[in-house]
């Protein structure tokens, strides 16, 4: 029993010693504040060369110094007139894992020809490697990864944002790119992983949130995307917010809850069209009443124009309504009133044409109204 008890004891003071040592090792690390003060400074004297021994290896694997001086320097007219302060170093969480190091960098710059200031932040991460702490840089690889994306090359995008989020975890830009080459590329599954794994690293962002409801919305996972959408309200109550959990309700059949959505974001912003124009579609194509269709089209008309695709969309729903409301009694006999309907509708799907000149819906609907007319 005594030997037991002093296996015992022993092991306990082992114990007590690794943790001391693992926790004096912690504490005895430098402060990555400072390698991150230290790399701003030399960034902001333009001393990039020395800048540049202070990232972290795994990044200089993929970038020169020659390489990362020539990306970041700027031309004297550049150089010489922006004078930047940090006023502010804020810590971001960084899931328990005590190699990495997370912060938020407000900052000050001055225009020195105009004595303008303008406040902004960056964000950083560092990498605890070799006894010191490292800044992970993957500038010149995140633009060509954005250029990739931006071009519809999602496969090449797709390697690139792989590389920069198995090195750069905590790297939320890229984590998008990530999900967004996904998507494009229909592996849907691999793209809302790395879209929870946006949420996870910003969970009190919700445009994080909206963007992972996108994702389930676009994979036919609606209840999931009511809850994203929901989410994201909660943190902050937007229109367009309200229009996406609109939309998702309605593709999941639920119109109740959908037409209470899109109002809500009416509430918010009753000079947004676009909460009145998908009210005029939930009221013509899923709840059938053509006349509260007619005023909430009529609404969104009379605001300014939406994006190109949404409101060539406006245009053509609109038509449609005129027109089936011009035929709706007898199509062979059409009155004046029935005519004038005709009319405001070849003009509205002219509207439509002209913006996509090329679409066979728009065509279609386009010669019926001309048969009807010229029938009548």
């Known amino acids: 029993m005594i030997r037991r008890y002093s296996v015992l004891v022993v092991l306990i003071a082992v114990f007590f010693h690794l943790n001391n040592c693992s926790s004096k090792k912690l504490k005895e690390r430098q402060d990555p504040r400072d390698t991150l003060v230290k790399y701003r400074e030399l960034r902001n004297e333009w001393k990039l060369a020395e800048a540049y021994s202070l990232l972290a290896d795994t990044c200089k694997s993929y970038i020169s110094e020659e390489e990362f001086v020539a990306y970041n320097m700027q031309p004297d007219s550049v150089r010489n007139n922006y004078k930047f302060t940090i006023i502010g170093i804020d810590s971001l969480p960084v899931f328990e894992n005590s190699d990495f190091a997370r912060y938020k960098v407000k900052y000050q710059s001055v225009i020195l020809n105009s004595k303008d200031t303008i406040s902004g932040s960056w964000d950083y991460r560092l990498l605890f490697e070799d006894g010191s702490w490292k800044i992970i840089w993957f500038g010149r690889m995140a633009s060509l990864a954005s250029d990739h994306l931006q071009n519809q090359q999602y496969d090449q995008s797709l390697v690139l944002y792989m590389v920069i989020c198995a090195l750069d975890p905590y790297n939320d830009i890229a984590l998008r790119g990530l999900a967004l080459s996904y998507i494009n590329l229909s592996q849907n599954n691999d793209a809302i992983n790395a879209a929870q794994r946006l949420v996870q690293l910003k969970p009190d962002d ?17 209840d999931k995307a009511i809850e994203s959408y929901s989410k994201a309200i909660d943190i902050l109550p937007e229109p367009v917010f309200y229009i996406n959990l609109g939309t998702v309700y309605k593709m999941n ?21 676009q909460g009145w124009w998908m009210l005029g579609e939930l009221y013509l194509y899923n709840l059938d009443d053509r006349a ?19 409101q060539m969309r406006l245009y053509y729903g609109y038509a449609l309504l005129l027109y089936s409301d011009a035929v ?8 004046a009133d029935e005519r004038k309907l005709l009319l ?33």
């Open 206 to 222: 919700p445009s994080a949130h909206t963007f992972l409801g996108d994702l389930y919305g676009s994979s036919e996972q609606f």
């Open 253 to 273: 059949g639920q119109f109740v809850e959908a037409d209470d959505s899109y109002r809500k974001s009416i509430e918010l912003d009753s000079l947004s069209p």
């Open 292 to 310: 509260m269709a007619k005023t909430f089209y009529n609404k969104a008309l009379q605001l300014k124009p939406m994006s190109d695709y949404y």
């Open 328 to 335: 709706e009694t007898d199509p062979d006999e059409i009155s």
């Open 344 to 376: 405001e509708a070849k003009t509205y799907i002219g509207k439509a044409l002209k913006i996509d000149p090329r679409s066979s819906e728009f065509s279609y609907l386009s010669n019926e109204i001309n048969k009807q007319l010229m029938g009548s």
